[in-house]
Every structure is written in C-alpha cells, then in structure tokens.
C-alpha cells in the first residue's frame, strides 16, 4: 500500500499566525500620522508690515499707556502718610523734646503749615522709650495703617531665608534629634541639648520694638487712637503656622527671645498661632529695604491734631549699618504711595508716541516703495564683494 501525506493542520495554524505577526510588525512605523497638524501642513498666516498698518499701533499704545500711567500717579498722590527716622533715638535723642525734621518725610494733601516733629529718650523699667511728637494736618482713613521700616537687613540670604522648621512652625513636636540634624542651623539645640522653639535664625532676629497706639494730644487728656495688630497678616500664612503640642518643658526660648522670656517657657509657650507680628516677620522680604505692616485701624479715621507716639526701643540696627522707622499711611485702589508703575506707563506710553512720530515724518520725507526689487540684497552687491569672499563674477552680471 502506498503512503497517503496527510495535512499538518497544526503547522498551517502556525504559518498563519507567523504571517500575521509579521503583517502586524510591517504596520507598526515611526511615522507620523497623515494629518494636517503631524504633517506641519496647517494653515498660517503672516501679516504684511507695512508703515500704514505699523504706525497707528505705536499711537494706539501710546494713547493707551499714558493715560493709564497719569491716572496710577494721581492714585499714588492721594495716598496721606508720614514717615519717621528714630534709628539713633536711643544713642542720641535727650530727655526733652527736640527737633528732628530731618529724620521726617511727609505726604498731605493739606497745605498749612505743620509743626516740627520732635523726639526724645525716656527710661522705664529698664526699657528705652523713645517718643516721637508729629502732627497730622488732615483726617486720614479708615483704614489707617502703621508700619516699620527696616533697611540693609538681607533677609533674603540664603542661610537666613532656609533656618527654620516648617514641620514646628506647623504644630509638631519635633523631637531634638530632628532638629539638631535640620535645617535651623546655626540655632538649634541650646547647651542643654533642647530644642528652641522657635529654631532658626528669623525667628530669633525677630523685630521686637513694642510700638504702642498714638495719642491724640488735646487741652484735656491725650485722646488714644487705637490700633490692633489683629489682621496683619497673610490668610495662608494663618493656615500654616499652628498651636504647638510641645510641652514647657521640652524646649526653650532664642536667645534673642529671653527679654520676653526670662525664666524660658515656665509660665507657658507663647501660642503662634495667635501672634500675627511673628507671622508678618516670618514672611522674609526680598530686598534689604522693606516695611512691615505692625498695626491697622480699620473702623475708625484718624483726626487731624498733634500725636506722640511710644516706642520701647529694642531692635538695634546700628550694629550693621541699617536703620529703623515708623510709617503711618492710607492707601488706595493701587494700595499705598509707589509711583513708579505709574511713571512706567507715562515713560512707556511716551516712547510709543515719539517712535511713532518719528517713524511717521521718515516715511512722510523718504517714502519707501512697497516690494521694490532694488532693494534686494543680490542687486546691491559692492564692487568688494569679490576681494571680501574671493569670488569672482565669472558668468557675468546676470549668472545670479
């Protein structure tokens, strides 16, 4: 009998499955899809610049800016403030009251006549007192605001901005061995080996001259102007910083602290969650000069009159060269007294309108034909263009 071949289905199976795969790997490409966006064939379109559509957009802005640069300077002008220098107030101010108009900087809408502001050194349980006597010649606010003003004090160093803990700002007892391996350095761990809450070089440079509310001066008695430094500062920086869970016991005061805390935290941790000068201190200024807000009045205008104001002067800043003031100011739509970005739009809007009266009077004088082929590049070619790149016009005038 003769051998009969029958098929090997399960190797058709396989031959077809390999055939497949290979229609399937054929399929795969690195190509991008044929579409209008993969294939970069979208449509586009460029203007033609031209002096008739160029031109009127430089007046356009400079109609624009100007205007808006003139209304910020007016905004800015309305702002009322008074600044005063008392950075010297503890080394050389008397017992009496004497003149400081240099130390003065004033902005009032009023133009009568002010009296000189005066300054003098007072001691009170131990504790410097400077007083400083102004006058204000016109009712400011609501809201008034008070703030001090430091200058060359970097707080934006990189080793001062990064010495702090954030997880103890935010409630954490932070155990020793955390902090002594943290970012608080230089100040730490005290001898003892306890941690200072707060660690960190900003919390322990905070400013700490007590500024007291003014006092309107009258025939009868001074009159308070009350100030609060409840809603100083940022919402979000309220939300960081949190109640501790740190026992007294566990840790210690800065160094700088001890005036507030003489005996450490026996009598109980401050609360920062409460302390809203610590946090407006907290947020680090980017420049060495900078104000922070310290109190507001939000309720209640500030009368026109003579005021003194107590200062119990501790924050030493001639040590380092820098200086200390007070501010009391309003504000406006634009917040308080900073012309510059209305000077920049008057600059801005001004150039605008010089360019494009310049540019007007060129096309005006030597107009310039539009798509002139003489202007090309290849018809101005010099005469040293050969001796420059070693060519030489072999094939004629034309050949290009």
């Excluded at 497949?20 to 979208?42: E, G, I, M, V």
């Excluded at 001691?123 to 204000?136: D, K, P, Y």
Aim: glycine share 8%.
């Amino acid at each position: 009998m003769s051998n009969v071949e029958t098929p090997q289905t399960g190797s058709l199976k396989d031959q077809a499955r390999g055939e497949q795969t290979d229609s399937d790997k054929k399929a795969k490409t690195r190509r991008p899809a044929n579409t209008a966006f993969r294939q970069q064939r979208l449509k586009a379109w460029q203007p033609i610049l031209t002096p008739r559509s160029v031109l009127p957009i430089f007046f356009v802005f400079g109609v624009i800016f100007a205007p808006i640069g003139g209304l910020l300077l007016w905004a800015s002008s309305q702002v009322q403030e008074i600044s005063i220098d008392y950075s010297e107030c503890a080394q050389k101010a008397p017992s009496y009251p004497v003149s400081i108009a240099d130390r003065v900087k004033s902005s009032f809408k009023s133009s009568t006549g002010q009296s000189t502001p005066t300054w003098e050194r007072r001691t009170e349980n131990g504790t410097t007192i400077c007083r400083l006597s102004f006058e204000v010649p016109d009712d400011l606010g609501p809201p008034v605001f008070l703030y001090y003003r430091l200058t060359n004090f970097y707080q934006n160093h990189r080793r001062y901005v990064k010495s702090l803990d954030i997880d103890q700002l935010k409630g954490k007892a932070v155990d020793n061995k955390t902090i002594d391996g943290g970012s608080c350095d230089p100040l730490k761990l005290d001898p003892t080996g306890k941690a200072y809450y707060p660690c960190g070089l900003i919390a322990n440079s905070q400013f700490n001259d007590t500024i007291h509310s003014p006092e309107l001066l009258s025939d009868l008695d001074p009159t308070v102007y009350f100030m609060t430094n409840k809603g100083i500062a940022w919402d979000s920086d309220k939300e960081l910083i949190k109640t501790t869970q740190y026992k007294p016991w566990e840790v210690v005061p800065p160094p700088n602290w001890h005036d507030r805390y003489p005996n450490g935290y026996i009598d109980g941790i401050p609360d920062l969650h409460e302390d809203e000068d610590f946090m407006v201190w907290m947020r680090t200024a980017a420049l060495p000069a900078f104000t922070k807000l310290s109190r507001r009045n939000d309720s209640v205008s500030m009368k026109a009159g003579s005021y003194r104001l107590d200062i119990e002067d501790r924050f030493p800043v001639t040590e380092y060269g820098g200086t200390k003031s007070i501010l009391i100011s309003t504000r406006t739509v634009i917040g308080g007294q900073n012309p510059f970005m209305g000077i920049a739009y008057v600059v801005v809007g001004g150039i605008c309108v010089l360019l494009g009266a310049l540019f007007t009077l060129a096309h005006l004088v030597r107009p310039r034909k539009l798509g002139d082929h003489t202007y090309l590049t290849w018809n101005n070619e010099q005469e040293s263009t050969v001796i420059a790149t070693g060519r030489n016009d072999r094939f004629g005038p034309h050949a290009h």
